[in-house]
């Protein structure tokens, strides 16, 4: 087990304004319309203060090169494969144009474990945003890094052959595709060059993926966007997801939300019914 304390609390700070080509961006690639007043919907703090990792530091995945440089806030796990797994956000107010946005990133934990897979290594950030000083979203991201899988071993997620899909067991369903020109609008938008979401060949022949990999974020935007088509535009509180298995570009993805008491359980589920992310949203005014 390798010894990360020297990484435990290290910071980092980033500032970026909500202007309004950013905006246009942000809703022209969503396919959203330009919301009453300007309040911006939740969600879009994924495309602000993003990573500005010169293009000569970055690794063959595309992500930047892993570093023990003491400003570096990523430590350099010596596991290749990356992933985000998850997150949980607060809302505290919504993010509206001409809003100047700070990001205090922190390092909170670094824990090794051994899966069915091999090694795995979880990185926890804290991130802490504010808009014009005062206080908006707070985020704990987690995200997994993981051994290489061998050139040979088969493309995963299997295709699906089968439609299982049960729409009766939610109170709404958005069905789409995720198209490649999606991925690739999300991955300018985030600044997000890691290469699965836009080089197929690397995703299929390196990563061992059937396909471009849809965002962890994009889907959540797209969950968070269907719970406010439910309970309306900047409603929600709290929202977590959790990442089970890559959706892949082109594949059907159902959407869906249901009201369990206070609470929404949201899914995004493959053809066949199987679970892709998970995750839940509280209500709440702000």
Same mark, same amino acid.
């Given at each position: ?6 990484? =435990? ?6 500032a ?27 969600g ?5 203060c ?7 530091m ?51 934990? =670094? ?32 995200l ?23 729409p ?38 390196v ?11 994009? =889907? ?6 269907l ?55 509280t209500?709440?005014?702000?």
């Amino acid at each position: 087990m390798s010894d990360w304390s020297d990484w =435990i609390g290290r910071e980092q700070r980033s500032a970026d304004r909500l202007d309004e080509a950013l905006a246009a961006r942000w809703l022209a690639t969503l396919d959203l319309g330009a919301p009453d007043g300007a309040d911006m919907p939740q969600g879009i703090h994924f495309a602000l203060c993003t990573p500005q990792a010169p293009t000569a530091m970055l690794g063959e995945d595309g992500h930047p090169a892993r570093s023990d440089d003491p400003a570096s806030l990523y430590p350099p796990i010596d596991l290749p494969r990356r992933m985000w797994a998850g997150s949980e956000i607060t809302f505290l107010r919504p993010l509206a144009l001409g809003d100047r946005i700070d990001k205090l990133s922190r390092v909170t934990s =670094i824990e090794e474990k051994e899966g069915r897979s091999g090694r795995l290594a979880f990185l926890k950030l804290e991130h802490s945003i504010s808009a014009n000083t005062e206080a908006a979203i707070r985020e704990t991201q987690t995200l997994v890094y993981r051994d290489a899988s061998p050139s040979d071993s088969p493309l995963v997620p299997p295709e699906v052959t089968d439609s299982l899909f049960d729409p009766a067991a939610w109170d709404r369903v958005r069905t789409l595709a995720p198209s490649e020109a999606l991925l690739f609008r999300f991955s300018a938008l985030t600044f997000n060059t890691h290469r699965i979401h836009y080089d197929a060949p690397y995703a299929r022949e390196v990563e061992r993926y059937r396909g471009l990999v849809v965002h962890g974020p994009l =889907i959540s935007t797209l969950l968070l966007q269907l719970a406010a088509d439910l309970v309306g535009p900047n409603a929600l509180r709290s929202f977590a997801f959790t990442a089970r298995s890559p959706a892949i570009a082109g594949d059907t993805l159902h959407l869906a939300v249901r009201q369990e008491g206070d609470t929404l359980d949201l899914a995004a589920l493959n053809d066949a019914g199987e679970l892709l992310t998970t995750a839940s949203a509280t209500p709440g005014g702000m």
